[in-house]
């Protein structure tokens, strides 16, 4: 644990120094920079020893305080977490440096520079805390660094709007929170975990509302639909690092705070593995959905985390089920599959807000329809993003396709169970919807953004921008391709964090995921086959090409002799077909006039719901308005009759 | 040894794969009082396009010239994972019935996006349909390998589509009935045949599948022409092994029964096309979730079984 602690104060320190020294800005970035890289590099040590397969390492101290003493440690599940946090936010970090410096007139940089600082120290602290005082401390240092990240830009309004609405979700869940602890520790000795395990028997009846508590609670964060609400807003209106590590890492610990409260709640019963199965395929179902029917690309993206944390809540369901059936092959495969597109997802997701980051700096804009043609101008981060792409649609040979295929084949395996958990077969079809309106989406930004002639100016002026933008980038699209590759290299470890989620003994897990470990290599062989053979084929053709004439020409318009940019099929007609089919689950207005047309999306339960509901209340309080007066005596009696009225409840009830 | 007359037998399919989109529009042109193409015209065609030079849409980028390649080579590797002599695939492992529609899927990707590197409003048009059925059918492909993992209990395609299914169609008839009219349908749907597209149409409005690759040329089309007719191939053998279980035959019988079976589902094409107009744009969802209603059907009764 001193290896990860040291790590934690370089990564604050690191924030220190970007504000430390005001007057030499260069320096301060410098400093800043290599202390995050150091300080994610040291806090790396003790997370790989402990998936390599070492003990679980942990420290406790503050003892004596109420609430029992502070204990950190770093087991399998903290350390994989610890892996997706330091992963894709060291990337995030350096391409933050970068980035930052060119935002000067948007907001103060060092301070933008502390907070994403802070968020990430934070986040190490979240995943690694042991008893509830620390987590909720660093679970609430975490919310308000990220809502300072992301009103980086607080002169705009529609930032300063979406900050606002995800303070008021994130507290909202941090108050369930407080509730969830708050049951579960009036039955425990103390508020270490190791104690709240020890009480999960004795919690009775309340087992299941402790369950709701941390669905809910935890759920704001991670985002499922419905409660995603905040997500879109809060990821557009983010600096694009941020967007990265609020998409592709804050919102884990959402998924965190569950596997940890699964672990020490014991075996689910199977209405709970149910529950986290429907949400997950509504979740990526709608995710997807609403995703396409985005023009901004930065708020697409955001709606694909939903999707995609719907994907690894169908994984922890059909999982779930698997512990409450007692089909211990199906758990482990499971949560194998969402403990890793948690993994996947933070890599992926990480580099293409990345990329989008890369675009809007050099274009400015983020609507999808005035863009287009980028390949000429910027065919790095065409590459990087088209990278980021396959491997968000699931495609091989990229790691998205090795985590989807997991919760695939715990799918089928619940189909062939020969227990209830059978119907969750069904879920594959869900899946592979997704699979293909992912594709539809992705088709979509890269055919729309990158490729085709520009549909404006400042996209025909795109020029590349510098290493420092796509060298953190470029690391995270190689994580992407090696997981995919050799998709072994995790495998293992996620199913050894599935074996200390399922409380199945480490050795039976991985005999049980056998069959998927072996097949992982069989993938890197298919992988291989398919990369060769698509090789061969074009050199094939460059081969037979070499002997006739190459011509260039206009492309093909049946015969109309001056196609313009403006002729090409835009955002708005590529969805639409799809959006269609959807009808009006998909939040989509669609605007015809006779020369052009235009589709609009909405944040259909801000909107819809949220919005409404607080108009009702706020309404509804004006009537709670007259016992407000400001008069300092009447609220001091309101204080004493409160107080009064808590003392003769205690009296009546008998001694606490 | 096993592994070689496999990867043989492969070859030779892949070799005759040319043959059944001839064996459709011979069938077609029969029924419709025409002569029609030779049955080997594919080949010439292909031997043609081979030949010739390529003009390439100045518009387009390496992504354009990219997409063919990986259009059929991941057609190809993803026949690699068929157990074509009726008893294993050269590639064999726990789901890689998964991995199977991912390359489908990664080739489909390559082709849309060609598409769209053109910048033509048309291919536009023919990309975002494509994606659209695509997405359709991709649900209902699922629900029939969900209902063929669970009559085997297998997530490989050489157990799915292998030797366990005799028995199940003795137990389960029906359940397979209904899963191999859902693959005819979905078939004809990932193949760019009516009543979902028409690969005979010219007029590009109509078009999916076709309008999608208008501007592609020589060689490039010849790799995707084949790769279509792999792909036809593919989802035949799929029907094929589905409907007669060759495990206890030999060899050389289960290859010719696989070959007539192709013969025979080319023909089945070629019916449908010469009696059904291609349906309107917005009745095709419906038809394609038809395809998934029947193989929902399907997994209802092998899980009441």
Redesign the interface.
């Given at each position: 644990m001193t290896w990860f602690f040291s790590g934690v104060l370089l990564l604050l320190a690191s924030g220190a120094a970007a504000v430390l020294f005001p007057a030499r800005p260069r320096l301060s970035e410098r400093v800043h920079l290599w202390l995050s890289l150091a300080g994610a590099a040291t806090a790396l040590v003790p997370v790989l020893r402990v998936l390599a397969g070492g003990t679980v390492e942990g420290v406790r101290f503050v003892t004596g305080v109420p609430g029992g003493a502070w204990v950190f440690a770093i087991d399998p599940l903290s350390a994989w977490f610890l892996l997706v946090i330091l992963g894709a936010g060291v990337a995030a970090s350096a391409y933050g440096t970068c980035y930052l410096a060119a935002e000067a007139e948007h907001g103060s940089v060092p301070f933008g520079r502390l907070v994403f600082s802070l968020l990430l120290a934070a986040l190490t602290l979240v995943v690694t805390a042991q008893s509830v005082v620390p987590f909720l401390a660093a679970w609430e240092l975490m919310a308000l660094g990220g809502y300072f990240a992301v009103v980086f830009d607080d002169r705009r309004d529609d930032v300063r709007r979406a900050g606002l609405v995800y303070l008021v979700a994130t507290h909202a869940g941090t108050l369930l929170l407080f509730l969830l602890f708050g049951t579960w520790g009036s039955h425990a000795a103390d508020l270490t975990f190791a104690g709240l395990a020890a009480a999960s028997g004795a919690l009775g009846d309340s087992r299941s509302l402790v369950f709701a508590l941390a669905l809910l609670g935890f759920g704001v964060k991670a985002g499922f639909v419905p409660l995603h609400f905040w997500l879109p807003e809060a990821h557009a209106a983010a600096p694009s690092h941020v967007s990265a590590v609020m998409s592709g890492v804050v919102i884990k610990t959402g998924i965190y705070g569950l596997l940890r409260v699964a672990t020490l709640l014991g075996a689910p019963p199977a209405w709970w593995g149910w529950t986290v199965l429907i949400l997950g395929v509504a979740s990526a179902v709608l995710g997807v959905l609403w995703a396409l029917a985005q023009h901004d690309l930065k708020r697409l993206l955001a709606y694909h985390s939903v999707e995609n944390i719907g994907i690894i809540l169908m994984g922890l369901g059909v999982g779930a089920l698997g512990v409450a059936y007692a089909v211990p092959g199906l758990a482990v495969l499971g949560l194998a599959g969402a403990v890793l597109h948690t993994l996947n997802h933070a890599l992926f997701k990480s580099l293409l807000f990345l990329g989008a980051g890369n675009v809007l700096r050099a274009t400015g804009t983020r609507d999808l329809e005035r863009l287009?043609?980028l390949?000429?101008g910027m065919p790095v981060t065409w590459t990087l993003f088209l990278v980021g792409s396959?491997a968000i649609?699931?495609?091989?040979p990229l790691n998205g396709?090795v985590s989807?295929?997991l919760v695939?084949?715990a799918?089928?395996?619940a189909?062939?169970s020969r227990t209830p958990a059978?119907?969750s077969?069904?879920g594959?079809?869900?899946?592979?919807?997704v699979?293909?309106?992912a594709?539809?989406c992705?088709?979509?930004v890269?055919?729309?953004v990158f490729?085709?002639?520009p549909r404006t100016e400042v996209a025909r002026a795109a020029r590349e921008v510098t290493r420092g933008y796509l060298v953190p980038a470029a690391a995270l699209a190689a994580a992407c391709v090696a997981i995919g590759l050799w998709p072994w290299l995790v495998l293992g470890p996620s199913v050894k964090v599935a074996a200390l989620i399922t409380g199945v003994p480490r050795e039976t897990a991985l005999e049980l995921a056998r069959?998927?470990i072996?097949?992982g290599r069989?993938?890197a062989?298919?992988a291989a086959?398919?990369?060769v053979?698509?090789?061969?084929?074009?050199w094939?053709?460059a081969f037979?090409?070499r002997r006739?004439?190459?011509?260039?020409?206009?492309?093909?318009?049946?015969g109309y002799a001056r196609?313009t940019?403006r002729?090409?099929?835009s955002a708005s007609?590529?969805?639409?077909?799809?959006l269609?089919?959807f009808g009006g689950i998909s939040g989509v207005t669609a605007v015809r006039q006779p020369s052009s047309f235009e589709t609009r999306a909405a944040n259909l339960v801000l909107e819809r719901a949220l919005v409404p509901l607080w108009r009702v209340l706020r309404a509804a309080s004006v009537r709670l308005r007259p016992i407000q007066h400001g008069r300092l005596q009447l609220y001091l009696l309101y204080l004493v009759a409160t107080v009064s009225l808590l003392l003769i409840y205690l009296a009546v009830r008998g001694s606490p | 040894m096993t592994v070689a007359i496999q990867v043989l037998v492969l070859v030779m399919v892949l070799a005759l794969a040319p043959l059944f989109p001839g064996v459709v529009q011979r069938t077609k042109s029969l029924l419709t009082g025409r002569r029609g193409p030779p049955v080997l015209q594919l080949y010439a065609d292909l031997a043609k396009l081979?030949?010739?030079?390529?003009?390439?849409?100045?518009?387009?980028?390496l992504?354009f010239r990219?997409a063919?390649?990986?259009f059929?080579?991941?057609t190809?590797?993803a026949a690699?994972?068929l157990p074509l002599d009726g008893g294993g695939a050269p590639?064999?492992?726990?789901?890689?019935?998964?991995?199977f529609?991912?390359?489908l899927?990664?080739g489909?990707?390559a082709l849309?996006?060609a598409?769209?590197?053109?910048?033509?409003?048309?291919?536009?048009?023919g990309?975002?349909?494509e994606?659209?059925f695509?997405?359709?059918?991709?649900?209902?492909?699922?629900?029939c390998?969900?209902a063929l993992?669970?009559a085997t209990?297998?997530?490989s395609l050489t157990t799915m589509l292998g030797r366990p299914l005799a028995a199940v169609w003795t137990a389960a008839a029906p359940a397979l009935v209904l899963v191999a009219a859902s693959l005819f349908v979905l078939t004809l749907a990932e193949n760019g045949r009516v009543p979902v597209d028409d690969p005979a149409t010219h007029l590009?409005l109509t078009m999916i599948h076709e309008v999608m690759v208008?501007?592609h040329s020589?060689?490039?089309l010849a790799?995707i022409l084949y790769a279509g007719a792999v792909k036809l191939t593919v989802f035949g053998a799929m029907l094929v092994s589905l409907m007669i279980p060759r495990g206890g035959l030999g060899l050389i019988v289960s290859v010719a029964v696989l070959v007539a079976g192709l013969t025979a589902m080319a023909v089945a094409v070629g019916v449908v096309e010469a009696v059904m107009a291609r349906l309107r744009?917005?009745r095709i969802?419906q038809f394609l979730v038809a395809a998934?209603v029947l193989a929902?059907f399907a997994?209802m009764l092998l899980?009441s079984a």
């Open positions: 287009g043609g390949v000429r396959a649609v699931g495609l091989p396709f989807e295929w695939f084949q799918l089928f395996q189909g062939f059978e119907l077969v069904f594959a079809a869900a899946l592979a919807l699979g293909g309106l594709l539809a992705f088709a979509k890269c055919g729309v490729l085709g002639q069959p998927a072996v097949a069989w993938i062989v298919l086959l398919g990369v053979v698509s090789a061969l084929l074009w094939l053709r037979a090409l006739t004439s190459v011509a260039a020409a206009a492309t093909w318009a049946c196609p940019a002729m090409q099929y007609s590529f969805a639409a077909p799809i269609g089919v | 081979w030949r010739k030079g390529a003009v390439y849409s100045a518009t387009t980028s992504v990219l063919p390649a990986i059929a080579g991941t190809l590797v690699c994972l590639l064999r492992f726990a789901g890689d019935v998964v991995a529609a991912g390359l899927a990664l489909r990707f849309v996006l598409a769209l590197d053109t910048g033509s409003s048309f291919e536009g048009m990309a975002s349909r994606a659209t695509g997405s359709l059918v991709e649900p209902g492909l699922f629900l390998f969900a993992a669970i209990s297998s997530t590009e208008l501007d020589g060689p490039d790799l744009l917005i969802p998934s929902t997994i899980l």
